[in-house]
């Protein structure tokens, strides 16, 4: 199971912004140069975001971009579900495409990955970008007092 880049990069995109927040404007190529990312594909992030109210752009004189919400109340679900198809197995209780699958109801393992797309779910949900701004300062609990196994 991997992530997308798309995933990854709108969140360390993000986390730049978190960084700033509060600052004004950023330009767009310093969070390219920043992130050693190509600046059409953090163009192409950031217009996906703004569409979902993470961000705000400026073009011209002064442009730039800015988060738009408190870097404490956005968690790292929030950012991964928004630019990613996130589902682990066609029966997922996320996946809203259809046809669904036919043995979705009888799936003896079914239960396995609706637990494991939940836990990630979970611990997405628990880290915010103010949390991820502070490169592993953790505040809250470890990983293992989160989760019933080991990962």
């Known amino acids: 199971m991997k992530l997308s880049t798309r995933s990854r990069y709108a969140v360390r995109v993000l986390v730049e912004l978190a960084r700033r927040y509060g600052m004004g404007m950023t330009p767009l190529a310093d969070i390219a140069g920043g992130q050693g990312l190509s600046p059409q594909y953090v163009d192409n992030i950031l217009r996906r975001l703004r569409s979902a109210g993470f961000v705000e752009l400026r073009r011209g004189a002064g ?31 996320s996946v ?56």
């Not at 442009?63 to 029966?91: H, K, N």
């Not at 239960?111 to 103010?130: C, K, M, N």
């Open 63 to 93: 442009g730039g971009c800015r988060l738009a919400r408190d870097p404490a109340l956005v968690s790292a679900w929030d950012i991964v579900r928004e630019v990613e198809d996130f589902a682990l197995a066609p029966c997922s209780p």
């Open 96 to 151: 809203s495409s259809s046809p669904p699958c036919p043995r979705a109801s009888e799936c003896s393992a079914r239960f396995l990955w609706d637990g494991l797309e939940q836990a990630l779910r979970q611990h997405l949900s628990s880290v915010t970008l103010l949390d991820l701004t502070h490169k592993g300062r953790r505040t809250g609990p470890t990983p293992e007092h989160r989760f019933p196994f080991h990962i």
